[in-house]
């Protein structure tokens, strides 16, 4: 069974956190979902690179990575999923969609109403309750 390493950016602007919606995916249990921008952690890159790229081909944004918020071990019906997800911070709003259908800035308190991908739950909750900025 595949083993993936992904990174993700809960990326703050304002109070506010960037959320973006999946398109369809070949697992049905992923298609739709919110999640955290980022991805998979590609061979000779660091965790904080392969965030860095990742949010520039996704939504042509340069984040900042403040700090290692969470990290969540899933397994889903066909892989196992370690997700590493990092504050980050940046100067605008403004953004590209590139990959994603959606996008959202949310209000902490508010998050609870998206739809997650299943291994984001733990790291939605742990920002509701720990509101780290
Ligand atoms: N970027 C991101 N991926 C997540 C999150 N939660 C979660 O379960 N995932 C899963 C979805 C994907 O299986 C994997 C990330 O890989 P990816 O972004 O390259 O997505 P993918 O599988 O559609 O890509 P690909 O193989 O088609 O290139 O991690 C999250 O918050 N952010």
Redesign the pocket.
Known sequence: MKN?Q???AIIIYQGKILC?Q?GR???DY?SD????????VESGETGEEALIR?IKE?LSMDIRIDSLFCT?E?Q?PD?F?E?N?FICRVSSYRHTLH?HQQSAWMDPGLLAELD?????LP?VYQLIVEKPF
Do not use: N, S
């Open positions: 993936l992904v990174v993700a973006v999946r995916h070949e697992f992923l979902k919110f999640e955290f921008p980022g991805g998979k990742e996704e969540v899933h889903y892989f999923i997700l997800c990959v997650w991908a299943e291994a984001d790291a």
